[in-house]
């Protein structure tokens, strides 16, 4: 008796740990769980624990799937009670400016229980296509860069339905869709361009002005020329140059061979990004051209000919710093 008293109220994890995650997984049975348990080191006598469940009422119950933490000085009777109540430990989803949606699909299979290949089935087979100016070619504008609480057994359809939630509250907040209306653009189309400042610079102070550049070029139908397209177009993303290779490739995604701006976005845009896009600078430059001097700044110019003497300027750091 005195030894069924140890197991059942004596804690789970030895002195020097802290706590410890365990992950059930959708589907498992009290038998699966068993073993779960026993994998993890969690149960020393999974006699004791099968009897007590019994008594708590869990043996015959539906295992709840999902992340559980176990804390130090939990014992057998705290756990059976966190998993029959399903009081799981939510985990913190992380999504940063991703390439593609099946690179988003793999960043996400890394802290919720769908693998990237379920989740991206859900992305391609979604009904968000086709409703409210999404299409297959833009569906990456719904994620915006963000950190989100949910629990680790979300589903992939789940999932992608909280992103539309995270998105609609996004694009209502902060006048947003109405500033995006009055550049005569969707919220995707923001999006898509901000994706295109994103790939030009990291320096925040930059973005509205670089993003002010791209506007005037829309605005006067000149085409925007913007390196990180032909980049994307090619999928040449370890490129160090930009050369005739990229900018003569013929893709509706070359801004250098089509006006406009390219059917959707060249990677997941930072908020930054965007908002640079809906409060850009107004100015009357046209060009831009890195300076150089790795401060990774630009040199903005109104006409060809400024423009054309900043890249000179350009050239001449790098010479100077040994990398031409």
């Known amino acids: 008796m005195l030894l069924v008293y140890q197991f059942v109220y004596s804690p789970l994890l030895p002195g020097s740990e802290q706590s410890k995650i365990i992950k059930i997984p959708s589907g498992t049975d009290f038998k699966g769980l068993l073993k779960l348990l026993e994998e993890e080191k969690i149960l020393a006598n999974t006699t004791v624990f099968s009897y007590l469940s019994k008594k708590m009422n869990f043996k015959d119950g539906k ?6 933490k176990i804390n130090k000085g939990n ?9 029959r109540a399903g009081m799981q430990e939510p985990v913190n989803v992380v999504l940063t400016t991703e390439r593609m949606p099946e690179n988003i699909a793999a960043k996400v299979s890394t802290f919720i229980e769908p693998d990237s290949i379920t ?25 915006i860069p963000n950190t989100y609480q949910m629990y680790w057994n979300t589903s992939a359809s789940s999932f992608l339905s909280r992103m539309k939630s995270e998105y609609d509250s996004f694009w209502a907040s902060n006048q947003r869709k109405e500033k995006a209306s009055a550049l005569s653009l969707s919220p995707q189309e923001v999006y898509t361009l901000a994706s295109i400042v994103e790939k030009e610079t990291q320096q925040n102070i930059e973005k509205k002005r670089i993003a002010g550049v791209y506007l005037n070029r829309l605005k006067i139908g000149m085409p925007l020329q913007a ?3 032909a980049v994307f177009a090619r999928k040449d993303f370890l490129t160090r140059r930009v050369t005739d290779y990229h900018t003569k490739f013929d893709s509706p995604y070359n801004t250098y061979k089509y006006t406009g701006l390219p059917p ?7 908020i930054s990004s965007i908002d640079a896009v809906l409060n850009y600078e107004k100015h009357n430059y046209l060009y831009f051209c890195a300076v150089g001097d790795e401060s990774g700044l630009h040199s903005f110019a109104t006409d060809l000919s400024e423009h054309n003497k900043n890249a000179r300027k350009y050239r001449d750091n790098l010479i100077r710093r040994g990398l031409r």
């Open 63 to 68: 295992v709840k799937s999902g992340q559980y």
């Open 75 to 83: 014992n057998l009777i705290q756990l059976i009670r966190k998993l």
């Open 119 to 143: 989740l991206n089935d859900v992305f391609n087979a979604n009904e968000i296509i086709g409703k409210e100016g999404f299409t297959k070619e833009n569906f990456q504008s719904l994620f």
């Open 227 to 229: 390196d990180p397209t």
């Open 264 to 270: 959707g976005p060249i990677t997941m845009s930072s």
